[in-house]
């Protein structure tokens, strides 16, 4: 299997990469990307390109990517690949399928286990010589609990290991793999690095963070804005050569973001408690998630929420949020109000900023950087109202600090995955809200982006300027201003989970 790449450059997006002289002679590559989501592009570029060459369908939708000029060869029959903005297609595909105005029942998607059987490679073409049995890749991704459940249930982790299986299930030659670990909780992310440095496939791992590099591989590329910079074995790697260079702006960046907080600064000031769930329960009809969860949030206090993928992370914080539809049926406490005693969604909305991968899934709506910070104001998606001069001189602020002012009037859709989620936190943090919920924050984001937003989130706890819930599998994330945790423990009947307050 070879993969070979001469002077060459290919436009997708915002990103321009730029390959001077790579060969990948059947052997795995660690890749990481300072600045720039270079996993996406790879990734689409050579799917899009073994494609082309071996006739093989695409599962989802084309990819627009131009090549400018320069060559690149390639021997791989199948690729495929995982990344975040390849679960955004299959989820719009999902959602062009939704049969919900036809049927009494919602339509959660097509089921795990069918997804998976429709990516097998189609009856007489090419097999791998090793392809994995179905049922050995559900026990290896532990998805067995999962394989009836509609793809639109699934949790961030549990998405992340189906989309995993569909890519292995279509038994390809080479597989390009972004962030993988991104949105596992610790067992499983150990579990997934040793199932695949044990995969005979060779592939391209893409990570952003210096603990997800995987130790199995030998070689690693550093690409900077779309360019190869460097290529280097582990050890020297393991020097850090790149890093210090390129964190020492993150502080810069921050501080001027702290400032502009500073500046818009206004008083939203509750009685205590700000938000309180008492005997908190959310189960369906085949499963119950969590029960008897007592939680109290206070003036001040900032929390972090812990737990395995599946506990209920993310269901909790759509109970404050509003957004989940068993928020009527528990006895909640928000902003001085009873829940369901007449206050509307925006209500409550006005006083939350919120980031996750579920928002940026929804975000679908094709509109400029700029629209995207502004409708932080009016909690939409999309932007519907005229913004006043004031609004439009913060959202400015932001594309600036973002280093993002080039592309204010450029559709979302035209930037890349990591540059979209960098607006979506601006879209939260513009209003300086009470509460902002940060579920999995730095998912998509490239290295660079990740400490800046750490740097950013660190001082907006230590300022008080809003009270942080947040949510990461990673124990690097921790905020020094967090001290409030709660984590979901599995109940002994095995029976969902239940919650446990620590200081
Ligand atoms: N309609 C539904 N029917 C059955 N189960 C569901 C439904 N909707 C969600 N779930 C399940 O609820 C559980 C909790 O999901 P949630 O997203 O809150 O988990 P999480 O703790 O945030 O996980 P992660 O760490 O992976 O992000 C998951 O196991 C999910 O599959």
Request: with cysteine; glycine share 6%; net charge negative.
């Amino acid at each position: 299997m070879d993969i070979k790449f001469n002077q060459f450059t290919a436009l997708s997006h915002s990103l321009t990469l730029d390959i001077a002289d790579w060969h990948i002679h059947n052997q795995s590559w660690g890749v990481f990307s300072a600045h720039g989501d270079i996993g996406s592009i790879l990734g689409d570029l050579l799917c899009q390109q073994s494609a082309a060459l071996f006739d093989n369908k695409l599962t989802n939708q084309p990819k627009d990517i131009e090549v400018l000029s320069g060559d690149m060869s390639i021997s791989a029959h199948r690729i495929a690949q995982v990344s975040l903005t390849e679960q955004q297609r299959l989820l719009a595909l999902e959602l062009e399928s939704d049969d919900t105005d036809f049927q009494d029942i919602v339509d959660t998607g097509t089921k795990v286990i069918e997804l998976i059987k429709q990516a097998l490679p189609a009856a007489g073409s090419r097999q791998t010589n090793n392809p994995e049995p179905i049922d050995a890749l559900l026990t290896k991704l532990d998805l067995h609990s999962l394989q009836e459940q509609g793809f639109r249930e699934l949790s961030t982790g549990e998405t992340r290991r189906v989309m995993l299986a569909i890519a292995i299930a279509s038994q390809p030659d080479f597989l390009v793999l972004d962030n993988p670990f991104s949105g596992l909780d610790i067992q499983h992310r150990d579990a997934l690095s040793y199932y695949l440095s044990q995969l005979p496939i060779p592939m391209l791992l893409v990570f952003s963070r210096e603990e997800d590099q995987p130790k199995w591989i030998d070689n690693i590329a550093i690409f900077s804005h779309g360019k190869l910079d460097r290529k280097m074995n582990k050890h020297d790697w393991e020097q850090h050569p790149v890093i210090a260079q390129i964190t020492s702006q993150t502080q810069v960046q921050s501080e001027l973001m702290l400032a502009t907080m500073q500046r818009h600064r206004h008083q939203s000031h509750f009685n205590n408690p700000v938000f309180e769930l008492k005997n908190g329960k959310v189960a369906y009809s085949d499963k119950t998630i969590f029960t008897d969860v007592n939680w109290r949030i206070d003036n001040g206090q900032h929390w972090q929420i812990k737990g395995p993928n599946g506990c209920g992370k993310s269901t909790l914080l759509g109970l404050i949020f509003g957004d989940h539809p068993q928020c009527y049926s528990n006895d909640i406490h928000i902003f001085g109000k009873k829940r369901g005693t007449g206050e509307t969604i925006w209500e409550i909305k006005q006083h939350i900023g919120m980031v996750s991968s579920a928002l940026h899934l929804q975000y679908r709506i094709n509109c400029s950087a700029t629209d995207v910070i502004l409708s932080g104001f009016y909690d939409s998606i999309g932007l519907y109202q005229q913004a006043s001069a004031d609004q439009k001189a913060v959202a400015k602020d932001w594309l600036i600090m973002l280093h993002m002012i080039e592309y204010a009037n450029t559709p979302i859709k035209q930037l890349d995955y990591s540059q979209q989620r960098l607006l979506l936190i601006a879209r939260a943090l513009v209003k300086q809200p009470t509460l902002l919920i940060l579920d999995e924050p730095y998912q998509g984001l490239d290295y660079l982006g990740i400490r800046l937003v750490k740097k950013t989130l660190e001082l907006i706890a230590k300022e008080n300027l809003s009270q942080l819930l947040f949510v990461s599998h990673y124990h690097e994330d921790s905020i020094d201003s967090i001290d409030h945790y709660l984590t979901f423990v599995a109940k002994e009947n095995g029976e969902g989970y239940r919650a446990v307050i620590s200081e």
